[in-house]
């Protein structure tokens, strides 16, 4: 089980990560990827605690592994792993939507059904089953870039004007492949210790040269990560911002300017049906985004704690309309709470022997979570009221004597101070009003995807035919004569 100070220091390479025009020498010193970076650090070392049961023997490698990459073989292993999940959810209260789990999960489902990567002219399984081996072993945190740039929406790779603007196979050398090109977005690579590069948007026959899976580690040469603004550099003080300055993944831009890619990390090799193979018949997708389910899960727990605290602090708990709004709150929280865990009672295990969440209620929940998540922002927004914004611009003002009384008398609720009132709604505001909050709203609302898609998913695996036998069997039980 690694340590938190074995992941910091692994992260003390030659990755070349670009940041308002310079380079990023140091990701665990530099003050917009630090603070999240010991924020991953603090999970490795939860994990590696012995009480809080995350750990277990792998029979893939016959070691103790971090329980949230196993493949299931059991019901109670996959009640196992949910739990395990939970408490590394818990720990960050939701807000890291892309850490070392969730990837791990897509692995995991590769390597479960390894002979999917089998195909002419290549034979990439044990590619597969050895980065999962490593994965267990060195428990890897695992990013990925799985979306092309933003060219055009209205045409695929092959048809974009100019040398591979998405990532794609630009020459085969004896010794692998040479990818050229861009793929995002890769959320928390800068603090990862490898990363995954495929697509997961339909590509054509014609795509065939962007049809490409493999891993990476970070400080592969050649490979570059242009990243957003940090919003953990904008935070005054922890008190201020508190959610920014603790867990800030930041999202990067990976541009590969001729990188080789070693043959014995390569998954998918210009196979169009091979991409929709790894994720799909593998279990991979379904593995992948019920980690991200559970971990929705504590964070609209946290958001509605925020939601039932603001009601308390302002004295309007009591009035009706108020509990209504907490009440729908409730209901929107509960129904991905219930989707989680119908997805856990309806599992079933696949042809390899891995048990697969069922995917009605979980496709059923990711189809709702674009709107679902800016819900219920709109209803702590409307609890908030003014309250977000009527606060000292900093904790500056908390600490000057000359402002401190005038804060003390006039930003204060019976029975809380204005300290703790001011660190509430600072805390509100980081949730739903921050830079750092716009980021996490645009995130749940396209984490699978436009809306279209995510539905879609939902369409497809909800069972139809069930229904649609009903209805016809009631049509046929009547007609014109009676």
Not at 33 to 58: C, K, N, Q
Not at 85 to 96: K, L, P, Q, S, Y
Not at 282 to 287: K, L, P, Q, V
């Amino acid at each position: 089980m690694r340590k938190g100070d074995e992941y910091l220091a692994s992260l003390q390479d030659d990755r070349e990560i670009y940041l308002d025009g310079e380079r990023v020498h140091d990701v665990t010193s530099h003050p917009a990827f630090a603070p999240v970076a010991r924020t991953i650090a603090g999970l490795y070392d939860l994990a590696a605690d012995p009480l809080s049961e995350m750990s277990y023997t792998a029979p893939e490698t016959g070691q103790e592994a971090n329980r949230v990459f196993c493949i299931p073989r059991s019901r109670d292993e996959l009640a196992a792993r949910r739990r395990a999940i939970e408490t590394w959810a818990r720990h960050t209260h939701g807000w890291v939507g892309r850490g070392p789990d969730h990837v791990g999960a897509f692995l995991a489902g590769f390597a479960s059904c390894p002979q999917a990567f089998a195909r002419e002219p290549h034979d990439f399984a044990a590619n597969v089953s050895a980065h999962y081996r490593r994965l267990l072993d060195e428990s890897l945190f695992i990013s990925y870039a799985i979306i092309p740039p933003q060219f055009s929406r209205a045409s695929t790779a092959h048809d974009w004007d100019g040398d591979f603007i998405q990532a794609g196979v630009a020459e085969e050398r004896p010794e692998g492949i040479v990818v050229r090109g861009a793929q995002m977005l890769a959320t928390g690579a800068c603090v990862a210790d490898e990363i995954l590069i495929s697509c997961i948007k339909p590509l054509t026959p014609e795509d065939r040269n962007f049809a490409i899976s493999f891993m990476l580690p970070m400080a592969a040469r050649g490979m570059k990560l242009y990243c957003r603004r940090s919003y953990a550099t904008g935070s005054t003080s922890a008190y201020d911002y508190p959610l920014s300055s603790h867990y800030d993944e930041t999202d990067a831009l990976v541009v590969f300017d001729d990188v080789l890619v070693p043959w014995d990390r390569v998954f998918v090799d210009r196979d169009v049906a091979g991409l929709r193979r790894q994720f799909f018949d593998t279990g991979a997708h379904i593995m992948g985004n019920s980690q991200a389910q559970i971990r929705l899960v504590a964070k609209l727990q946290f958001i509605l704690g925020l939601a039932r605290k603001i009601a308390a602090v302002n004295q309007v708990d009591r009035i009706p309309g108020v509990q209504e709004k907490l009440g729908e709150l409730a209901s929107l929280a509960s129904l991905v709470e219930s989707a989680v865990m119908a997805a856990e009672y309806q599992a079933t295990p696949d042809e390899n022997g891995m048990w697969r969440p069922g995917p009605r209620a979980l496709y059923g929940a990711m189809g709702l979570q674009a709107e679902i998540y800016p819900r219920v922002l709109t209803i702590v927004r409307d609890l908030a009221g003014g309250g977000v914004l009527q606060l000292p611009a900093s904790v500056k003002d908390m600490l000057n004597p000359a402002t401190r009384r005038d804060v003390d008398r006039y930003i204060q609720s019976p029975g809380v101070s204005a300290e703790e009132r001011v660190k509430l709604f600072k805390l509100v505001w980081d949730a739903v009003g921050s830079e750092f909050a716009g980021r996490h709203h645009q995130y749940e609302m396209f984490y699978a995807g436009a809306p279209f898609v995510a539905k879609g998913y939902a369409y497809r695996n909800y069972g139809y035919e069930r229904p649609v036998a009903d209805v016809e069997e009631f049509l046929a039980s009547y007609s014109v004569d009676g």
